[in-house]
């Protein structure tokens, strides 16, 4: 999955492809800038 952030205004969607549009404000698809999704930590074994 891949994070992306509206450039126009700031919305985060997380979706597995590039969405053609922003679905808060309606940017274009060029709008949208892909983001490091933060990975949680992983557990410990023992």
């Known amino acids: ?3 992306w952030k ?3 205004c700031g919305n985060l ?3 597995r ?7 808060s404000c309606g940017a274009e698809k060029g709008k ?9 930590p992983k557990a410990k074994k023992k």
Do not use: F
């Open 32 to 40: 949208l800038i892909k983001e490091e999704a933060e990975k949680p």
């Open 13 to 15: 969607v997380e979706v």
């Open 17 to 23: 492809c590039k969405p053609g549009k922003c679905s």
């Open 6 to 8: 509206c450039s126009e």
């Open 1 to 3: 999955m891949a994070v």
